[in-house]
């Protein structure tokens, strides 16, 4: 889309452009014209092809995390478990913005049938449209395994982060090839298992499968939710060992040094065929 306003501007036909009917219309144009369409995933690179955007002017460059910046932490050397008074406790984490586009009806079912084992506690850090819902759903249910938290400073990003022994995701499958939830590489960085609550043919549900580093849940199957809490809260080994998986997954492809490089690779490519 810059890409085509600067075109368009340029050679003084912005209004054209903006005359030539619907927003749908001018998207599907800029997708065409524009020198390069950058994608997430393979499933978003299959809808910008479906609007007729040639294929050599789809860049894939996934989502990524600066793995220098968070890294594994022992529960043990993670201060923040202490002041949040988590010791002892099996976490289960959330970490960003709970928007329109996520899930949080299952989780909190979940909870709700875990909510006498006080040794499971349900930890949210950030904020959204959904966090405000979620927080008042568990107030009206009084329950009390769950601690909501403001987003934290970056400099205790990896500390938040490893506050949770397994963190869990959302993401509804009518958004699948739109959004790929970009707190997926940061939990990876931070060394835990996922708990992906989503279609299991979209991309965090394939990138899980092939590196064994979490579970796939789909939307309301709350039986396996809680089977797959229990499963983690039992199993020690297993939660260290697909914490290690997840940071080997994102050092095989999605650290911030290969990220960058993807997209000087991308931008030298478009700059030679300009």
């Known amino acids: ?29 800029s997708l065409k014209v524009a020198s390069a ?5 393979l499933a978003m690179a299959g809808k910008v092809l479906a609007r007729g ?10 989502n990524w995390s600066d793995d220098d910046a968070i890294s594994p932490v ?17 976490v289960v ?53 769950f601690l909501f938290l403001p987003y934290q400073d970056e400099t205790m990003l990896k500390f938040s982060l490893g506050v949770a022994d397994v963190h869990w995701l959302s993401l509804k499958p009518a958004v699948e090839g739109l959004i790929v939830p970009s707190k997926f ?6 060394g835990r298992p996922i708990i992906a609550i989503c279609s299991k043919d979209g991309e965090i549900a394939r990138r899980i499968r092939q590196h064994r580093c979490g579970e796939v849940v789909a939307p309301g199957d709350i039986e396996a939710l809680v089977k797959a809490i229990l499963r983690f809260a039992a199993e020690s080994a297993l939660v260290a060992a697909m914490g290690r998986k997840a940071r080997d997954m994102l050092a095989a492809g999605f650290s911030r040094r290969q ?7 991308a931008l030298q490519s478009i700059g030679q065929t300009r």
Not at 37 to 41: E, G, I, M, T
Not at 185 to 190: D, L, T
Not at 259 to 265: E, F, G, I, M, P
């Open 74 to 90: 022992a529960p043990r050397d993670n201060p923040l478990r202490q002041q949040w008074q988590l010791e002892n406790k099996f």
């Open 259 to 265: 990220a960058l490089q993807k997209w000087h690779n």
């Open 1 to 29: 889309m810059i890409d085509l306003k600067i075109r368009a501007l340029r050679t003084g036909r912005l209004s054209d452009l903006l005359n030539k009917g619907s927003p749908c219309a001018l998207r599907d144009r």
């Open 185 to 190: 590489y940061a939990i990876a960085a931070a």
């Open 37 to 41: 369409n950058v994608v997430l995933s």
């Open 53 to 62: 955007t040639p294929p050599d002017h789809i860049y894939m460059i996934p």
């Open 93 to 145: 984490g959330y970490s960003g913005n709970l928007g329109r586009a996520h899930d949080c009806d299952t989780i909190l079912a979940a909870a709700e049938r875990l909510h006498a084992m006080t040794n499971i506690v349900f930890v949210c850090i950030g904020s959204g449209h959904l966090m405000k819902e979620l927080a008042e759903q568990v107030r009206q249910r009084g329950l009390r395994n």
